[in-house]
């Protein structure tokens, strides 16, 4: 069993970058934790209550537990990286990971104070060192993360897998937009189908390795 930790600025970032790796975790027997930053608000199109719930409805889906830190859409630029560093720093403290996720920035502030914030706990520091750190992809601003230094990791889904993360994502239904847009049944399908064909299979998610420590060994 391996422990994976997962930060996402909104609710919905975690399926539409990670619903592939929590759908795999939950076959495989993995203990995951998504971290959710901020939820509804001024900010998003809908009530806060409506995407806490929705947010609570995929986390029961997935079999993930899960914690959130502030209440609405908008504020973590609001916040200093060293805080929202420190919130990073705890939680991986707290939860011990093999593997930690954060989703990629786009234009949205959340975004780009989370992104910051992750990179800075990802640096050389004492105490627990996860073995993997990575960013998964947005379906939002693709081009930025062609060249992230560490390269491409991609994640081969079975037809299972991805047809759980459709299911997850539809369970979002302020988010569920209609084709075309990245935030549908289509563009879903068609983002998996894409890495899928880069790495030789049907489906996949993309994600970018900002640090990978090897395991010592034995011999």
């Not at 093999?98 to 105490?127: P, Q, W």
């Not at 990575?134 to 379906?139: D, K, N």
């Not at 993360?145 to 037809?159: A, N, R, V």
């Amino acid at each position: 069993m391996k422990k994976i930790l997962i930060l996402v600025p909104h609710p919905d970032d975690d399926v539409l970058s990670f619903g592939g790796l929590m759908a795999k975790s939950k076959i495989e027997g993995d203990k995951v934790h998504v971290h959710c930053f901020a939820i509804g608000g001024p900010c998003s199109n809908a009530e806060t209550i409506v995407r806490h719930d929705e947010f609570i409805e995929v986390m029961n889906y997935f079999g993930c537990s899960h914690s959130e830190e502030f209440e609405r859409d908008g504020v973590l630029s609001t916040f200093p990286n060293t805080t929202l560093t420190g919130y990073i720093d705890n939680l991986i403290a707290d939860h011990q990971p093999e593997e930690v996720y954060c989703t990629c920035k786009s234009e949205h502030a959340d975004h780009i104070s989370l992104y910051n914030a992750f990179m800075a706990a990802c640096r050389l520091k004492s105490g627990f060192m996860p073995r993997l750190t990575a960013l998964g992809e947005y379906p939002f601003l693709l081009s930025s993360y062609t060249s992230q230094i560490g390269g491409k990791i991609y994640q081969p889904l079975t037809e299972e897998m991805y047809n759980m993360k459709q299911e997850a994502f539809k369970l979002y239904a302020s988010q569920w937009k209609p084709s075309p847009s990245p935030l549908g049944e289509d563009g879903v399908r068609i983002l998996a189908e894409t890495r899928g064909l880069e790495c030789g299979y049907k489906y996949a998610e993309l994600y970018y390795q900002t640090k990978y420590i090897r395991n010592i060994g034995t011999s």
